[in-house]
């Protein structure tokens, strides 16, 4: 006879005197031998199944999708010629690829504020709602292993979902990611949040936030409400403050502000954050100035006044891209870590 139990790796098995019974308990023996889920780790994946099911399932969908679109894409890019001929003079030919990009960024930026809600908020406020929570506090698994189980099974699903659509993502956009004008800005959301570590980092905080708003409220659809805002707010606040993630690089000129190659040349990438005159005293003034002048004349007389040189000009390179991501998703991923902290600091609210 042999013993089962769910997620062992052996079992006891008795003598057999023929060759029927000893083939079917070597069948059983490495049947059981399959690794499967077992004790808290199983029932948080069968309590959660359609969800993670459902998030694992679009993720591949969406890969495929993507795969297909960079084919697509690259099969343009051979017969149009480039990278020898600019995008800019592509004209509508290059158009139903951009609408791809931002079809898609838009889904991918809209990630953390779905599974926030839909993850997060409901992931331990319907125990508490319904009392599933007080019934698991009484066996004999302990509150700190059943939040951890919690945590750890959907962190691992939004980091391999999310982990896996920013590096196809990522590289479907590689082919034209210089062409700023053309496609995105590499500043901009739609490449920022959806590339790199920032998507993983973004929706982790956002779900384990939502799971710390349900824990507060105890209500799932209260919860689900809050996090929806909070979850949008996160999303304006980390775009206002994207930019200054970057050391911003200054360039100055002193050839006067008017006639041709006057204005600093800056690279086919940079991310231009503002323009002023420069003085002779290295004082800056407003691009405005002078700008009531009638004639050209006259406004030179304007800027000969005001003592006016040259141009300053602030940017961003593409090349601190990959730089400013990894600082960012490393605050984001201490605020999570944060959250988590509260979440174990305040387990005994978890009945």
Known sequence: MSTFTRGST???????????????????TETNRRPRLS???????????????????????????????RGQLVDFL????????????????????NDAFSFVSTGLQAIPILL?????????????????????????????RWLATKLALAGLVVVVSTGVLSAVFGWWWN???????AVMDWTSGAAFNTTGPVPV??????????????????????AMVVTFGFTVVLQLVWGYFLLSLGNVVTVTTNKGVTGENVYPSLPHDAHEIDQSYVTGSGDLVS??????????????VCLDKADVVGWSVQYLPMSQMNAMQWFGASILFALTAGVVAFLFLGRKRLV
């Open 287 to 300: 691009w405005g100035t002078c700008s009531e002048s009638q004639t050209d004349a006259a406004r030179q």
């Open 201 to 222: 980092a973004l929706t982790l905080f956002s779900v384990f936030g939502g799971v710390a708003i349900g824990v507060v409220l105890r209500r799932t659809l209260a």
């Open 10 to 28: 052996s079992t006891s098995t008795g003598s057999t005197s023929d060759g029927k019974n000893g083939t079917m308990n070597a069948t059983t």
């Open 78 to 97: 051979d017969g149009y010629g480039y990278p020898g001929k600019s995008l800019d003079e592509a004209g509508g030919r290059f158009q139903q690829y």
């Open 175 to 181: 082919p034209v990611k210089s062409e700023a004008t």
């Open 39 to 69: 004790g808290m780790t199983w029932l948080v994946w069968r309590q959660h199944r359609a969800a993670f099911w459902t998030i694992l399932a679009a993720t591949a969908l969406s890969v495929a999708w993507i795969v297909y679109q």
């Open 116 to 144: 926030g809600v839909f993850l997060g908020a409901p992931l331990i406020a319907g125990d508490l709602e319904n009392g599933t929570a007080k019934l698991v506090a009484a066996q004999s698994m302990s509150r700190t």
